[in-house]
């Protein structure tokens, strides 16, 4: 059980990291202690002594996660233990880089006992990612090996040192007091960003606006602090019986509260389909089950029983509920999950930029995104993409319709589809120009609804493609097919509204000109208007020849410079009633324009 660590770390820092006195009266360490060590090039360290006994396993895992390095003490009179084990698997779980092997008690062996255990470490490490760890012996008694091992660290943590992603600060609470005069104070190891004294911040679950009154590296007061280092936040807006370790506290947006996440998992003893289990995640321990995935073992989605916090990346631990076994150890893919079944495809997010896991996500979608499925698949908030989205549209690599996102090449697919959807409904109702776009988009299978359908209906009436009239569409190149007679019936319709330059009559005229019942004139109009034939101004009925005359007329005025009602009135030979219907359909097509009381033209 005692391989000396917290010994150890009192020879190399001077600090006892055993506070609480059942620690101190059992020799055990039983819940995370906390020291610092200055180094000449890595500067100041922040050490976190875990338990090793398997009884406060999950203490230990609330001190793992955030981890730069690791040292691995290894008592030389004892040698490896289960719990030695136990800790390197998770270790090799958690994206911990570097490890370093203390082989204390150096002093209570003989020199073949001291090779023994060095075997015996080598053993162990061999099959692992460690397998090229420096071993250093010591001894917290004699002093022997201490500034060797203080060499090490600093070598070791200086050594390719990749810099922290992301400006997002996260810190989950590992401890909670209180200080007169000060009010709550959490610790913890900030797991991203950087955090700085009097920047806002959300304390979750719960969602809580608090405010980060003091920052304290070792009890140093500090402007700011980075990822990786032990921090101290002065709270203020927050109760203490309102915080507990577990918790997180955060810049807004940098994590979520979730009760179902999807991770990419390294298994060591895959568990069943459905299996409770303890997931380890920030200083967390929730409870929950584990779904599988029949395309991809390496994904599992977490349901818990309660609420968590999680962000995209974050390392967590699997252990089955009972007996608390290690299970497999991960990464957060998804930390707002959908429920999903076990046969069912799972989404992937690539592993690139922001931007390129934005495009990856839209292009492998089969109609395009939403905004906020995008920041839940990508793990992060709306207010953190709002520019990724802009520049990615501004680049042209995403087209935005009301929220709904598609790649340029997924909408030329989707658009592609629609319109043959459309073909195959006017095969089927050739006697009608329009159907309504829903039937359209069903028969298509996509999923475009509401302001994005908006959007990208428009859209294809803009570039040519379609025909809309409110909410019914056609092709611009369909054109229906008419009956001989219903044929002979619009002829005599189209010959009779000719004979009217400007002043055609109204329907019920028409109908009394042409010789057929008001109902029968109705109907052909409409056939009309469909086929291309006629044109509908309000309630009037023009051909397009007619319409052409009249748009000559206003070319000739036009060229003059801008011109009023009154003017085109008079220019074409009709009335008020006439004129301004006829103004505002020309608006409408954009072949002039309205500037006051005036209007121009526009081509």
């Not at 059992?26 to 180094?39: E, N, Q």
């Not at 029983?305 to 076994?325: C, D, H, M």
């Not at 934005?358 to 990508?378: H, N, P």
């Not at 469909?530 to 060229?559: C, H």
């Amino acid at each position: 059980m005692d391989h000396g660590k917290t010994s150890l770390v009192r020879a190399l820092t001077g600090t006892d990291t055993d506070r609480l006195p059942e620690e101190k009266a059992r020799g055990l360490t039983i819940d995370l202690g906390f020291a610092c060590l200055d180094l000449p090039r890595a500067g100041r360290v922040s050490i976190v002594d875990v338990p090793g006994h398997e009884r406060f396993i999950h203490n230990m895992l609330v001190g793992a996660q955030g981890f730069e390095a690791a040292m691995l003490c290894v008592a030389a009179d004892e040698g490896v233990k289960p719990q030695t084990r136990e800790h390197l698997e998770v270790l090799e779980l958690l994206p911990v880089q570097r490890l370093v092997v203390a082989l204390t008690k150096a002093d209570r062996v003989d020199e073949e006992g001291l090779e023994l255990a060095r075997l015996d470490v080598l053993d162990l490490l061999e099959p692992t990612r460690f397998a090229d760890a420096v071993i250093v012996p010591t001894s917290a008694e004699t002093g022997q090996g201490l500034d060797e091992l203080r060499r090490v660290l600093d070598d070791v943590l200086t050594a390719n040192a990749v810099p922290a992603e992301g400006t997002r600060w996260f810190l989950p609470v590992d401890r909670v007091f209180t200080v007169k005069g000060h009010g709550t104070i959490v610790t913890g190891t900030l797991a991203g960003g950087t955090v700085r004294s009097g920047e806002p911040a959300v304390m979750l679950p719960g969602d809580a606006n608090v405010r980060i009154r003091n920052v304290q590296c070792h009890d140093e007061t500090v402007v700011s602090a980075n990822v990786g280092m032990r921090v101290a936040l002065n709270l203020g807006g927050v109760e203490l019986e309102h915080v507990h370790r577990g918790m997180v506290v955060c810049a807004p947006g940098a994590a979520v509260e979730t009760t179902m996440l999807d991770a990419k998992v390294e298994w060591k003893r895959p568990p069943k389909h459905a299996w409770r289990v303890r997931v380890s995640i920030g200083t967390d321990e929730v409870i929950g089950k584990v779904f599988l995935s029949e395309s991809d073992p390496t994904v599992a989605q977490f349901r818990f029983e309660r609420a968590t916090v999680a962000t995209k990346g974050q390392p967590l631990i699997v252990r089955r509920y009972s007996p608390p076994v290690l299970l497999g150890g991960g990464r957060v893919e998804v930390p707002l999950a959908r429920p999903r079944r076990k046969s069912e495809a799972v989404t992937k997010v690539a592993e690139a930029s922001l931007p390129d896991q934005v495009v990856d996500c839209v292009a492998r979608s089969l109609c395009g995104v939403e905004t906020d499925e995008l920041c839940r698949l990508v793990g992060r908030s709306r207010q953190e993409m709002g520019e990724v989205f802009e520049a990615l549209r501004i680049e042209g690599r995403l087209l935005g319709f009301a929220g709904l996102w598609l790649t340029p090449e997924l909408y030329g697919a989707c658009k592609k589809r629609f319109l043959e959807a459309l073909r195959t409904l006017h095969a089927q109702t050739p006697t009608k120009s329009t159907v309504p776009r829903e039937r359209a988009v069903a028969e298509a299978k996509l999923t475009w609804s509401g302001k994005p359908l908006d959007r990208l209906i428009a859209r294809m009436v803009e570039t040519g493609d379609l025909v809309a009239d409110g909410t019914m569409i056609k092709r611009a190149d369909h054109r229906i097919a008419l009956s001989e007679r219903q044929a002979q019936l619009l002829a005599r319709v189209v010959e009779v509204l000719e004979t009217f330059p400007v002043d055609v009559p109204p329907t019920m005229e028409l109908s009394r000109l042409v010789g057929v019942p008001p109902q029968a004139t109705e109907e052909i109009l409409r056939l009309g208007w469909e086929a291309g034939m006629v044109v509908r101004v309000e309630d009037l009925w023009y051909t397009p020849r007619q319409l052409e005359g009249i748009k000559e007329r206003v070319r000739e005025l036009g060229a003059k410079g801008p011109f009023t009602a009154a003017e085109f009135r008079d220019a074409v030979g009709t009335s008020r009633k006439y004129a301004i219907p006829l103004l505002e359909h020309l608006d409408a097509v954009g072949f002039t324009r309205r500037m006051g009381d005036r209007r121009v033209l526009e081509r």
